[in-house]
């Protein structure tokens, strides 16, 4: 029996769908377009009984191997990927994927500022697809995860800053000065609450040699530039940030200049 035509031909059945996980941002929070930038997550393809797996798809092979969802849930809106629409896409924004060893890694840029809405609550889902094809034709996408609605990590969008005030000093000229101090809240219609207060100092704002208070003396600084951008925490800050005062002495400031309190 001639085998020289024979025609071998290896296969690996893999019915096991994919894993993936949102690790970014984390669960419940209150995010600023300084703090949400990018969600990111991990995601593996696991192995069946005989201990291989197909590993995550990629772009070419009907969809990336990760995608994401973002749902507006205040408005029930969905992202595209480039815009919101009623109702849930079929095919969800793919993420890019940083290929190695298992698990690997995602991430997927948030879309901007003015595609964002203060106040609201957004939910980030992924999911995640193999390799695996169908037999007769190679047709199909591969195993494929689907993530319930509600599962995905929620997070509550806040563009607004928080404001400060200046209680201490209330007048123009002081001959004496016990104390700095001042309020500060966090407006908007989300209230995320304050996480800290700095406050900026300067003795002759523009004058060389640029003194700005440091938490403990008014310190030469490099340029006016460096002078204004001086920052220190007060020395007591209220339960729930919303009044701060600093110590201050007579002695730290010099007859007739002129201060500047951010």
Known sequence: LSTTNVQRVNI???????????????????????QLSVVSGTAKDNAGAGGI??????????????????????????WTGSAWQDTEPGDWPDTTITWGADPRTWTYNIPGASQMTDGKQYEVRSRSKDRSRNGTDSSGSGNQENPALGVGRFFIYDSTPPVTGVVQPNASRVKTLPTISGTSSDPGSVNSGVNGVRINLVERLGISPYKAWNGSAFANTASQAVQEDTWFSPDILSSGATFWYEVFYDSWMAQDFEYRLV
């Not at 690996?12 to 300084?34: E, H, Y």
């Not at 990629?58 to 969905?78: C, P, Q, S």
């Open 53 to 78: 797996a197909s590993d995550l798809a990629d772009a070419g092979e009907g969809g990336a191997g990760v995608e994401l969802m973002i749902r507006n849930v205040t408005d029930v809106k969905y």
């Open 12 to 34: 690996l059945f893999d019915n096991t769908v994919p894993v993936s996980t949102v690790t970014i941002p984390v669960i419940g929070l209150s995010l600023s377009p300084g």
